[in-house]
């Protein structure tokens, strides 16, 4: 169905090629995953599928990929738009209609489909993927989720053989993601679609796939059975990572897989396992005086006409204290912090910043800054300079950082995503580079409060990795850090503490350890694989062993 043959993709300005010598096969009725470090070029293969490489990107293509028989140097991307669905990282930039509706008739018009079949489609599609009630709502109204979803489903309308799909579940909370994935996989198994998709929280994806495709870093590519790969990749999910340390045969790839093999390791470990990191922090935030409040919310009200998405919340963030905001799509999430932040809607409420005599909403945007920054969902919004350098410069500028311009920016950067050049043009980086990019800008203001909308979206585990230790850094320092995620793993060990939000309104508040673990849906994969014992990491229980294994 897809064949790369000895492929190649360099861009203009860069040191090495992305992609080089691909040799792949992909057949028909596969899911085939695309695993990689971010930046390995996993979004540039699958551009290379439907002929986006290098009509669109630019850059210089060698060999060939054949898809379902046509040579893509021959055949340009709208000649492909039949066979190939393409679903991008940024759903919103691929929008061209106002509507719900309208967006998923959009392809089927350009196709020419018979009015009839347009409309028996276009339910089918609404009802697939649970998007019914939205069918009239405005494009830029939806949540990150929510638009994830209907990009899905434009693509789908079209019907096509093969299916392209880059981090489809980056925005959708646990219980929405696995409904995309049930989609996904009955469209595979029912249907015989080709599905290619890349992600990077390989622990929602890795049990669905077939085959994964690993990209290193070097612009080579590595294919084969998903345990195969998996147990010698730089990348893996929870579940793998305890089955190379406990040295499981075969390596688990599902919460159920692990549960079989698990009992032998319960019984090895310590009822109770070693403290955390996190765990030794909520446990000083409970015994001694709670740190002082950076900031105070009360009774904050957002209203979109007749929605209502944030209800009468009070919420207090501390010093020190790195909080996970969490819940269903269109919860009212990413209403609330635009709201604490000051430059979104507020029907009510007031916002206090400690040593601030002001509530953010009423100062000019650069001295905001100074006191509550925010990083937004879709974070390329706020890049608009040439080069990844002059960003850099120009945020040590605003934050009056040092002489040494671009120092401080530029370090931050590194701790996140390392190895960015500095001649990069922001829009030619990856979703999770130009995500790193303005993590550093916004973190070199050093804000007394920072928050963040879904900052994991585009990244690895290693750069997860690098973002919880900055954050672990700034929290050191007094800094109140609120990261609304669906991302369980990350904010199970990034997280002090969790609010869970439902309806506009906080739900649940707690510590990270006791409320991630007080529903399935939000429980990391370790605590489902070893329920009941209350271990969380694979960390903690590679401790516990060492601790075990002590004369």
């Not at 540039?44 to 046509?70: E, M, S």
């Not at 595979?188 to 929280?201: C, F, I, P």
Request: proline share 6%; with cysteine.
């Amino acid at each position: 169905m897809i064949g790369f043959d000895h492929v190649g993709v360099s861009y203009e300005g860069a040191a090495t090629p992305v992609l080089r010598d691909v040799n792949l096969r992909i057949e028909e009725g596969e899911l085939c995953l695309v695993i990689g470090h971010t930046g390995s070029g996993k979004s540039t293969l699958l551009a290379a599928v439907n002929g986006l490489v290098p009509y669109f990107t630019g850059g210089t293509l060698t060999g060939r990929v054949v898809v379902d028989g046509r040579d893509t140097a021959h055949f340009r991307p709208r000649e492909l738009a039949d066979v190939v669905g393409v679903v991008g990282q940024d759903p919103l930039a691929g929008f061209v209609t106002d509507t719900v509706e309208e967006e998923l008739a959009y392809t089927m018009e350009q196709l020419a489909i018979d009015p009839a079949a347009m409309r028996t489609r276009l339910e089918e599609t609404l009802d697939l993927l649970g998007i019914a009630d939205l069918r009239s709502r405005a494009l830029h109204t939806l949540s990150g989720g929510q638009q994830q979803r209907v990009a899905i489903g434009a693509a789908l309308t079209a019907q096509p053989r093969i299916l392209v799909l880059d981090e489809p579940t980056s925005a959708l909370d646990p219980t929405s993601a696995e409904d995309v994935l049930a989609t996904i996989t009955r469209l595979v198994h029912d249907l015989g679609v080709t599905v290619v998709l890349a992600e990077h929280r390989l622990e929602r994806v890795v049990p669905y796939a077939d085959r994964v495709v690993y990209l290193p870093g070097d612009g080579t590519v590595t294919a084969g059975e998903p345990a195969a790969i998996l147990a010698r990749s730089a990348v893996a999910p929870p579940v793998v990572e305890l089955g190379r340390l406990a040295g499981w045969d075969p390596l688990p790839l599902s919460v159920r897989d692990a549960r079989r093999h698990a009992s032998a390791l319960r019984r090895q470990l310590p009822d109770t396992p070693p403290v955390s990191h996190r765990a030794a922090h909520a446990a000083t935030g409970r015994l001694a005086a709670p740190p002082p409040a950076a900031l105070t919310a009360r009774g904050i009200i957002v209203r979109y006409g007749a929605l209502i998405a944030v209800r009468d919340v009070d919420l207090t963030l501390r010093r020190g204290e790195t909080t996970a905001l969490m819940g269903r799509n269109g919860s009212g999430k990413s209403s609330l912090l635009w709201a604490m932040q000051g430059s979104g809607r507020r029907a009510a409420g007031r916002v206090s910043v400690a040593g601030a005599a002001t509530d953010p909403a009423k100062l000019p945007a650069a001295e905001a800054r100074h006191l509550v920054g925010l990083v937004p969902q879709t974070p390329a919004d706020l890049l608009y300079l040439d080069t990844v350098a002059a960003e850099l410069a120009e945020a040590d500028r605003d934050a009056r950082a040092s002489a040494d311009t671009g120092a401080r920016a530029r370090a931050i950067l590194d701790d996140i995503a390392p190895g960015i050049a500095a001649g990069m043009h922001p829009r030619d980086l990856s979703a999770g580079q130009q995500l790193a990019l303005v993590l550093a800008v916004q973190l070199t203001a050093a804000p007394a409060v920072i928050l963040l909308d879904e900052p994991t979206r585009g990244l690895d585990y290693q750069a997860k990795a690098g973002l919880t230790g900055t954050l672990d850094r700034l929290a050191a320092r007094g800094h109140a850090i609120v990261v609304a995620t669906h991302d369980v793993e990350f904010a199970t060990r990034g997280c002090d503490r969790v609010v869970v939000m439902a309806e506009g309104e906080i739900v649940a508040d707690g510590p990270s350890a006791t409320v991630l673990t007080a529903s399935p849906t939000f429980a990391p994969q370790v605590a489902k694989i070893l329920a009941p014992l209350p271990y969380l990491t694979v960390a903690q229980i590679a401790a516990a062993l060492d601790q075990v294994a002590a004369p």
